[in-house]
């Protein structure tokens, strides 16, 4: 089973850039299906981003497109999800996810249902 530890969060203005990072140790990563998922204080778990080898590259939920970009690092088995133009509403704890199945869709992609291994999160807290 990989092993994921998320890094890069941290307080930031609105309007304001955090890059978060997951380094995984043990299966590569550019076979999994990897996302990143967010939980807000009193909200259920969100996905944010996501990829699979079959997914043609990242889905992002509608309310981060255009702000936020997943990318990776197949060398250092790391993926990251640069977030720019913040908004106050990004604050939550960040998770990064990952399963050995190939998901496919959207909407499967960015569900919590399914990933097997999971960070400890990371807190993004975006305030004046």
């Known amino acids: 089973q990989v092993r994921l530890v998320e890094s890069g969060g941290g307080l930031v203005q609105p309007g304001g850039s955090l890059r978060l990072s997951c380094a995984a140790s043990?299966?590569?990563?550019?076979?999994?299906?990897v996302g990143w998922f967010r939980q807000a204080p009193g909200k259920e778990r969100e996905g944010v981003s996501a990829i699979s080898p079959s997914s043609g590259g990242p889905v992002y939920t509608d309310s981060v497109k255009g702000r936020f970009t997943m990318s990776r690092d197949n060398a250092k088995n790391t993926v990251f999800l640069q977030m720019d133009s913040l908004k106050p509403e990004d604050t939550a704890v960040y998770y990064c996810?990952?399963?050995?199945?190939?998901?496919?869709?959207?909407?499967?992609?960015?569900?919590?249902?399914?990933?097997?291994?999971w960070g400890q999160g990371t807190q993004v807290t975006v305030s004046s």
């Open positions: 996810a990952a399963d050995p199945g190939n998901k496919h869709g959207s909407s499967w992609l960015l569900s919590p249902i399914g990933y097997s291994s």
């Open positions: 043990g299966p590569r990563l550019d076979y999994y299906t």
